[in-house]
Structure formats: structure tokens, C-alpha cells
């Protein structure tokens, strides 16, 4: 499907039957992706054609200029026909907003900008906030040092996420092309990329303004977003396993499917509250976050519960003399 096939959409329900055409396209390479171990390119392309990697992106800027309930919708989607892309879209859509939690407006209004008018997709490491690059201040630049991995996108990403801490323990994360010259993409199968004298103008440092980190409330919502993405990769995960079980009947999947529709129902309720959080980050309050974000952790604990009983039912379900499916 051409660029020009995809037509503006504003409603929620077009942008989930939107996520429902690419993920049909997805489904039919995903096997022969995994088998031949190649780079997502062709599905990379696919999501950015269809909009999808600008859904949180401003109307203005050529984004979808949906909320983050549309975007926990898209991720669970995408995640039934292949959880890998599931996975990485979901981290790449709070790679891309992580400057409205933790950067100042006008450097937010500015990345929502160049991000959706280019369709950048971003890449980082899997552990979110993990930190594990060394950082130095060298005047009018900072200067990142280390290894990334394992990691998300990385290798097929326009932007990289660069996170890391002063020698005093500070934290800061900026972003920079992929094709920066101090970035170098092993090609390992944990996607590392080692980062060498990486250079970043203190004007990329997100949040930090003459050098000094400006913190807000909304900043600790960053973990229950990324729970929360999590948890709809796991349940449409499973749901793509429940549904490929089904095709090998007599298996039961009564419970299985009960089970599952139980956590989906919590998980939309769940992505409902946090959309009302957003729309409100700079009238938070901690003890609003800090329930959000036990809330959100206990539906990752239980999406992950049953995504792993969708795989043993996946798994009994395998047609006797070993066809492959």
C-alpha cells in the first residue's frame, strides 16, 4: 500500500481498523522474517506509510494527533500479528513522546515537530531509564561514552535514544541521529550499539535548562506509560496465539480466552485513566501518579500471566506429526 492509499484519519475507530490493515500485512511476512533473520525494513516502512509512527504526532506536522488510548489500541493490535513489531512500535512511542515528560515545552513543541514532518522512528535500549552510558560535560557540549544493549529498533531507527550519567550521578538523556558518527551498530543479535565520543549540544539535554535539570510531577508518569505499553504487547501477544490455537481444534480455550478478555477489559480501563493523566501533566500530583503507576505495574504482572498461559495453549495445540504452522 502507497502513501497516497492512506487517507487523513481523526477518529479512534479509523485509526484501529488502520492498525487492523497493517497488521494483516504484518502477519504475512512475520514467519518468513523470523526465519530469515533479516532486518524489518520493508515493515518499518509500512508502519511509517500508514501513519501509525506519527499517530501521537501533531495534526499540523502531518501526525495522527491521537492520545495514548489510541496508541495502547494500535500496539495490541499490531502485537497479534507479530509481537517483535508490536514491541518496537509500542517503545517507539515512548521514545518519541519522552520529551513531553521530562524536556521543557519549547524543546517538546520542537522534537513533536521535526519527529512528525520527517517520520522519524526511534530506537533505544530495552531498559528504558537504564542508563548505562557515561557522560561528560565539555562546555558547550555533553559527551556520551559506552554501550547500548540490549536494544529496540536500533538498527533500522532514525533517532537513538542516548541516556547516561554525570560523573555526580545525574541522569540525562538526549537524542541523536542514528547516523551520528559516534554511534556504531554491532550487528550482534542484542542490537548493541557502542557510543564513542558521541557529542550532544547542552541545548539537547532533555529537561535541563543553563545545566541544571528542571524536574516536574509529570516525569514519573514515564514508567507507568511504558507498563502500560508493555502490557498491551503481552495481551496481543496472546491474543494472536489464542487465535492461532484455534485453528487446531479440539483445543479448549474456553479459559484461556475468558481469562484473557478479562485483563484486555482492565488493561482498556487502565489506558482510559491514564489518557485523563495526560491530558492533565502539569496539574499532577504525586499521589495521582504514584496509584497509576502501581496500577499499571499490576496489569503488566498480569498481562505477562496470560500471554505465558496463551503460549502453552499455543504450544498443546501443535498438529500431531509436527506440521509446521
Known sequence: MTDSAWMAEAEPSG???????????????????????????REVALL???????????????????????????VRIV????????????????????????????????????????????????DVRGATLAVRDRGDDIVFNGRITPTVAARVSDITLLEGRFPDGALVSSLAMSTHVGLTFEGDEAGTVTVRDADIPWTGALGYVDKVFRPRVYNSLLAATLDLVLANVALGTARGRIDTAAEHPPTDLAASRAALGAVEAEADSVSAAAGELHRRAVELTEPEVTAHTRRAARLLARAK?????????????VPQGGGAR
Not at 501509525?52 to 489500541?73: F, K, M, R, S
Not at 517483535?84 to 515528560?101: E, I, M, N, P, Q
Not at 500471566?305 to 495445540?317: F, L
Open 15 to 41: 485509526w484501529n481498523e488502520r492498525a487492523r490493515t497493517v497488521a494483516a500485512e504484518l502477519a504475512a511476512s512475520a514467519a518468513e522474517r523470523a526465519a530469515s533473520g533479516r532486518l524489518p525494513h
Open 48 to 74: 511509517k506509510e500508514s501513519g501509525l509512527i506519527t499517530l501521537l504526532g501533531p495534526a499540523e506536522h502531518g501526525g495522527g494527533a491521537q492520545e495514548w488510548p489510541v496508541a495502547d489500541q494500535t
Open 79 to 126: 502485537s497479534a500479528a507479530d509481537p517483535a513489531l508490536g514491541d518496537l512500535l509500542g517503545r517507539h512511542y515512548v521514545w518519541v513522546k519522552l520529551a513531553s515528560f521530562i524536556a521543557t515545552e519549547e524543546k517538546t513543541e520542537h522534537i513533536d515537530e521535526v519527529a512528525a514532518r520527517a517520520g522519524w522512528l526511534f530506537g533505544g535500549a530495552r
Open 305 to 317: 500471566d496470560v500471554a505465558a498461559s496463551a503460549a502453552r495453549a499455543d504450544a498443546h495445540a
